[in-house]
Structure formats: structure tokens, C-alpha cells
């Protein structure tokens, strides 16, 4: 009876959701291969079927007059720097789970938002 408990448990761990918030909205991804390109970033299709780049850092901002940095510390995050007065970017430790991380961010009081940093292709005008 034992093996079964953990059996379901292990089943359940290996279909856990990924996700981020875009806009306040849910959206799930799934890994397309277990792969990185040369520049680090993996590659996703989302619920929304549109194939997304993610590196492994996170961009979160700041609430306005709240101070967040020591929340973040909290998340082992390294590199941290600021892109403007309170939005900041860090690197995810490898082998971390960058979705996890950001869902958790995302939750703290002090924290407005927090994604994984999207790669955008370049378009020549």
C-alpha cells in the first residue's frame, strides 16, 4: 500500500504545472526540449500555442514604496540588478525551477510582478 502512495505522489510531482501570469492571467507552458540553445534559453509552447524563449532569469518589480530586495534574497537568486528605479532582473540558480520561483514572487505582498525573462525575435523594419 505504501508503493502505491508513493507512486501517485512521484506521478503527481512529474505532471506538475509551469506556468507564469501574463496580464494577471494564468498561462501554462510546456517544455519543448529538454535542450538550451548556445545563449541559454529554453524554449516553450504556452496554452495560447505560441512558442516562447525563456532564459533563466527573472524580472520582477517592486511595489512603490515597499522595499522587496531581502523578500527575493529568500529565493536564492544570484546577480541581482536594477533595470529602473524599483524593477530588477536575476539569474535563477541552474537546476532551479524558474516558473516555481517566479509563482512564488508573484504571491509576496511586496512584489507587484515577477516573470521569467521572454526572449523576443527581432524584426527589421
Same mark, same amino acid.
Given at each position: 500500500?505504501? =508503493?502505491?502512495?508513493?507512486?501517485? #505522489?512521484?506521478?503527481?510531482?512529474?505532471?506538475?504545472?509551469?506556468? *507564469?501570469?501574463? *496580464?494577471? =492571467?494564468?498561462?501554462?507552458?510546456?517544455?519543448?526540449?529538454?535542450?538550451?540553445?548556445?545563449?541559454?534559453?529554453? @524554449? @516553450?509552447?504556452?496554452?495560447?500555442? =505560441?512558442?516562447?524563449?525563456? +532564459?533563466?532569469?527573472?524580472?520582477? /518589480?517592486?511595489?512603490?514604496? /515597499?522595499?522587496?530586495?531581502?523578500?527575493? /534574497?529568500? *529565493?536564492?537568486?544570484?546577480?541581482?540588478?536594477?533595470?529602473? %528605479?524599483?524593477? @530588477?532582473?536575476?539569474?535563477?540558480?541552474?537546476?532551479? %525551477?524558474?516558473?516555481?520561483?517566479?509563482? +512564488? #514572487? *508573484?504571491?509576496?505582498?511586496?512584489?507587484?510582478?515577477?516573470?521569467?525573462?521572454?526572449? +523576443? +525575435?527581432?524584426?527589421?523594419?
Amino acid at each position: 500500500m505504501l =508503493k502505491y502512495g508513493l507512486l501517485s #505522489l512521484l506521478c503527481l510531482s512529474l505532471n506538475a504545472e509551469s506556468f *507564469y501570469y501574463e *496580464y494577471g =492571467k494564468k498561462v501554462t507552458v510546456e517544455k519543448i526540449s529538454e535542450s538550451r540553445s548556445n545563449s541559454g534559453t529554453s @524554449y @516553450y509552447k504556452n496554452s495560447l500555442g =505560441k512558442k516562447v524563449g525563456i +532564459k533563466n532569469e527573472i524580472i520582477f /518589480k517592486c511595489v512603490d514604496g /515597499k522595499e522587496c530586495l531581502s523578500i527575493v /534574497k529568500r *529565493y536564492n537568486l544570484k546577480d541581482i540588478s536594477n533595470l529602473s %528605479d524599483n524593477i @530588477y532582473i536575476a539569474k535563477v540558480l541552474e537546476g532551479s %525551477d524558474i516558473f516555481e520561483i517566479s509563482q +512564488k #514572487l *508573484y504571491l509576496e505582498d511586496s512584489i507587484e510582478f515577477a516573470n521569467p525573462n521572454f526572449v +523576443k +525575435k527581432r524584426h527589421r523594419r
